[in-house]
């Protein structure tokens, strides 16, 4: 199925993928200061064949069916109403099925109830599928006869060395088919560029016809004005334009390149101008549309406003097929540089397809010379007895390591026994410095009170000798004893029963 809008008699393919919808470099450019230069994409999901379009955060948006979509994407269903911006004009979504597409072939290409589809639309499946038919054929012959090279080179060889071969095989057939799928889309790319390379020359040719019918629309304004009335600056400044602009059209050298001078082109009174779809191909054919010359034309003023409608007609469409040709120039320049990047890629293909060959012959060299049944049974019992030698060395390794890890348990026991004592030690040692410190504080304190005691002793008895003296000198003037001085009786004989200090 393919899709398309259809809008004043215009018929606007959409492409397969993606549809992208603006005032400039897009796939339909429509004409409004209301459109954005990107304003909308239609989109196509080739798992479930739908189609759904999406508004790039436009200004005025994008309505469906006179709803306005904003930022979510709607899916679109045959006969839905499309409208862009503050644009008057309703693009309707349609559907067609390949039978349709043939039957409209043999349509008027210019009745607008009907779709004027080009031919390449239809070519281009056919061709596609008859380069990859023979680009199949080709890898099955190649595949098979590497094959059977293969198999009759491994008759004759071992077990172990056929698995080799096998997958070196392997390898091989995975590059050749990795060489035929870069060759399938050479092919495609090739097509390509051979289908898409007229559109070029004529969208040069409907620009010199353009510019054809502006002067004559011009002339015909001037001559249909009454002698006396002279001509206004406008239509002056109009007619200058249209004289100083070129008709000669250079298209860019390539595939299919066609120079359209201005002497080419036909100076008679019939134009012709194909039919008013958008993507044009030099295969489409069909009748083409007559314009009546300025001796033809000769009556009413409404033949004038009919070269007027014409004039803007083919404005829209230079429009349409300028963003057409730029957006063709761009895909032919990436295809280009696709095409160098594949030539690339096949070339270091083919490097490591020589040097996977090279790797085979030398395999196969060794395998011829592998035949001697003897020399290889001579070879396995060497390597037999090589095992086993390496198999009691291993077991005798394992026991001796067996024998050091029991020597390191014990050894690790050992550690964490002298770890314990060494705790307990410092433990014990913690406690008698502990008790040690406590009994140098107690002997400190005893010291301080001892020293305390003598120093009261010695207060004691110098006080107790002031009072004797005192009291012998009461004695010998006669007084008699107080109560205080039989208080002091006993302190004094126990003043006299102690050494004095001076017999020290």
């Keep these: 199925m393919s899709a398309f809008l259809q809008a004043l008699g215009w018929v606007y393919p959409l492409s397969p993928k993606l549809t992208t919808i603006g005032q400039s470099g897009c796939d339909i450019i429509i004409d409004n200061p209301s459109v954005d230069e990107q304003h909308a994409v239609i989109e196509r999901n080739e798992k479930e064949n739908i189609m759904t379009i999406r508004d790039l955060s436009s200004k005025k948006g994008t309505y469906v069916n006179d709803v306005l979509i904003g930022k979510s994407s709607v899916l679109l269903k045959p006969g839905d109403q499309l409208r862009f911006g503050c644009s008057p004009t309703v693009y309707e979504f349609?559907?067609?099925?390949?039978?349709?597409?043939?039957?409209?072939?043999?349509?008027?290409?210019?009745s607008t109830n009907k779709l004027?589809?080009?031919?390449?639309?239809?070519?281009?499946?056919?061709?596609?599928?008859?380069?990859?038919?023979?680009?199949?054929?080709?890898?099955?012959?190649?595949?098979s006869v590497e094959t059977s090279e293969v198999k009759q080179s491994l008759s004759n060889n071992d077990s172990r060395e056929s698995a080799e071969?096998?997958?070196?095989?392997?390898?091989?057939?995975?590059?050749?088919?990795?060489?035929?799928?870069?060759?399938?889309?050479i092919s495609r790319l090739q097509n390509d560029l051979n289908r898409l390379s007229p559109l070029e020359a004529i969208s040069a040719q409907k620009d010199i016809l353009i510019r054809r019918l502006q002067q004559q629309v011009t002339q015909l304004s001037i001559s249909k004005i009454p002698r006396g009335v002279l001509p206004t600056q406008e239509s002056l400044s109009?007619?200058?334009?249209?004289?100083?602009?070129?008709?000669?059209?250079?298209?860019s050298p390539g595939a299919g390149d066609i120079m359209i001078p201005t002497d080419t082109v036909d100076n008679s009174p019939t134009c012709a101008i194909r039919s008013n779809t958008r993507p044009v191909s030099a295969s489409s054919t069909g009748p083409l549309?007559?314009?009546?010359?300025?001796?033809?034309?000769?009556?009413?003023?409404?033949?004038?406003?009919?070269?007027?409608?014409?004039?803007?007609?083919?404005?829209?469409?230079?429009?349409?097929l300028s963003g057409l040709v730029t957006q063709l120039q761009r895909d032919l320049t990436n295809k280009d540089a696709y095409i160098g990047r594949l030539n690339q890629d096949l070339k270091e293909m083919g490097r490591k397809l020589d040097e996977k060959s090279t790797e085979l012959s030398i395999l196969q060299a060794k395998f011829a010379k592998a035949h001697d049944n003897s020399k290889y049974l001579r070879q396995t019992e060497a390597h037999?007895?090589?095992l086993t030698t390496v198999r009691q060395k291993y077991?005798?390794?394992?026991?001796?390591?067996?024998?050091?890890?029991?020597?390191?348990d014990r050894t690790k026991l050992e550690m964490e026994k002298l770890k314990r004592a060494l705790d307990e030690k410092q433990s014990f040692e913690e406690k008698w410095?502990?008790?040690?410190?406590?009994?140098?504080?107690?002997?400190?304190?005893?010291?301080r009170s001892e020293r305390n005691a003598k120093l009261d002793k010695q207060e004691t008895v110098s006080q107790g000798r002031k009072w004797l003296a005192h009291l012998s000198e009461k004695k010998m003037n006669g007084f008699f004893l107080t109560k205080e001085d039989l208080i002091r009786k006993p302190l004094r004989r126990e003043l006299r029963s102690q050494p004095s200090p001076i017999g020290k």
């Design 116 to 143: 004027n589809i080009p031919r390449w639309m239809q070519s281009t499946g056919e061709a596609t599928i008859d380069a990859d038919d023979k680009v199949t054929e080709n890898t099955t012959t190649r595949i």
């Design 384 to 386: 037999e007895k090589e």
């Design 289 to 320: 549309f007559q314009i009546p010359s300025r001796s033809t034309v000769t009556s009413p003023t409404g033949s004038l406003t009919i070269d007027q409608h014409l004039v803007e007609r083919l404005k829209k469409e230079r429009q349409i």
């Design 238 to 251: 109009f007619q200058k334009r249209q004289e100083s602009e070129g008709l000669e059209v250079s298209v």
């Design 94 to 110: 349609e559907l067609m099925s390949p039978n349709e597409k043939l039957s409209l072939y043999r349509k008027h290409p210019l």
């Design 165 to 185: 071969i096998a997958r070196h095989q392997q390898t091989v057939t995975s590059n050749n088919l990795e060489l035929d799928t870069k060759d399938q889309l």
């Design 395 to 408: 077991k005798t390794t394992e026991i001796r390591c067996d024998a050091l890890n029991s020597e390191l």
């Design 433 to 447: 410095l502990k008790e040690v410190e406590e009994m140098k504080s107690t002997v400190t304190s005893l010291e």
